[in-house]
């Protein structure tokens, strides 16, 4: 028998390499993150989806809190004279508003319920915070002595796609939403990029994801903004994912909502902004960078449990002696922690076959299977299986030794998955100095795994609106920071250029 012609049954079907998009929605329906609701473009998303969201928020909201923010919670209906101050901030966000312009319902007779009592003013569900946060700050800001002002917001928002994809782009998500007064333009720069590097730290150190930190060109930066800065990542079929933004808002928006303060010397002065936000659009990026054909790779720091362990008898006597040793090894277990994470350990004793189950932890992405037998109690070994490696294969360890041995496993495995995006993340990266050679690269079929393209670009409308750009669907992502400093001609207009800018399909 020719076995090179046996083809390997994976769990997600289609694979990453039959259709990419499809394999993303397949994995999480496997995973049981998450599922489409009644409500246009809007998601429900399920105890596993929301337990990673729940780890995030609460990583992210510690490295908040020891750099100086506090949490604090806004309204979710924004009066729409509020946008209207920020010319460019409402027109940025004008096609994606949610618009609420009556406050009651009332009945037809016919059954049916109609809107009635129109409000004076109508109130946007907000698609973000700047305008009415900026209202409040007004207040909050009268002297030197009340900056800096540090508050962030964990809420929803609603941004009306047109096209929409779970966890990537939904009307209706969850993130956080940072917003900050200063004295000074310095202040606030400092500010701004101090978060991009909190953002950096969190996407490698936890998600296990590497990014590339840059600024946005003019015509991608946030509406209002005077700079944006950026996270980049890219996803295993070679797009790339914009990952966390931080504003320096300069005094746009304190000019329009009118935050002044009184320096030292009595003077009045306009302050200096910023905000920053990432969303559950992070657990998007974690499914597209780790997982597999067999569904759901989580990196350990993240996932909602580490182990998980199943025990396996045939009688009651059995059933007796394995429930005792696996509860015994879980209070084990349940003792340790790794990296400062307490180790979280789950027991599957449901009554369906075996192998459903260990399928079932596959696709969820577990870290580590334990399944145990009253051979294994016999001879005190375990069975362990490990999410980063071929979920079939089972190696045997004492008890001890996956005891003494379970904290370094973990932390190996999220490394592990880290250096595996960023070596795949380099071997796609180039560097592109012509057109011809441009478009060759991002041309053909869609499932062709292009990557990010390092070409020289001069930041000027005409270059922005190249008719190439929406011919092979490729926008500018960002001019990274750490990118040398090096002379050429823009790839588009020939106007010179002194660094080169990361140019990719994105998501």
Known sequence: ???????????????????????????????????????????VIRPWGYGIWENIRNILDIMFKDTGHENAYFPLLIPISFLEKEAEHVEGFAKECAVVTHHRLKGDGSGKLIPDGKLEEAFVIR????????????????????????INQWANVMRWEMRTRMFLRTSEFLWQEGHTVHATESEAMTETLKML?????????????????????????????????????????????????????GQNFSKAQEIK????????????????????????????????????VLPPKIAPAHVIIMPIWK??????????????LTKDIRQLSFCDIKIIVKIDKRDIRGGEKVWQSIKKGLPIRLEIGPRDIASDNLLVARR????????????????????????????????????????HIVKINTLEALKTYFSGDESKVCGFALCHYND???????????????????????????????LFTGKPSLKRVIIAKSY
């Open 261 to 296: 303060y009184f320096s030292a010397n009595e003077k009045e002065e306009y302050a200096w902004t910023t905000s920053w936000g990432v969303s559950t659009r992070l657990i998007g990026g974690l499914i597209m960078t780790h997982s597999d054909d067999d569904g759901l």
């Open 460 to 490: 000027c409308d005409e270059a922005a609106n190249h008719p190439l750009m929406s011919e092979l669907k490729i926008t500018i992502r960002c001019i990274p920071l750490n990118g040398e400093n090096e002379e050429g001609c823009c």
């Open 1 to 43: 028998m020719n076995t090179n012609n046996i083809k390997t049954k994976n769990a997600i079907n289609p694979t990453r390499t039959e259709n990419y998009p499809e394999w993303y929605l397949e994995v999480i329906k496997a995973a049981d993150l998450a599922e489409n609701s009644p409500v246009r473009g809007s998601m």
């Open 127 to 150: 698609p973000t915070s700047e305008t009415i946060i900026g209202h409040m700050f007004a207040k909050w800001c009268k002297s030197y002595r009340d900056l800096p002002i540090l």
């Open 197 to 249: 590097d909190v953002y950096e730290n969190f996407a490698q150190n936890y998600l296990a994801i590497p990014v590339i930190k840059g600024e946005k060109t003019k015509n991608e930066r946030f509406p209002g903004a005077v700079n944006t800065y950026t996270i980049e990542a890219m996803m295993q079929d070679g797009k790339a994912l914009q990952s966390g933004t931080s504003h320096f808002l």
């Open 388 to 427: 980063d490696k071929d979920p079939k294969d089972k190696s045997s360890m004492s008890r001890f030794d996956f005891i003494q041995n379970l904290p370094s496993i973990l932390e190996e495995m999220q490394n592990n998955l880290f250096n595996k995006a960023l070596q795949f993340r380099n071997k």
């Open 315 to 328: 009688t009651s006597d059995e059933e007796k002696q394995v429930l005792n040793y696996v509860e015994a």
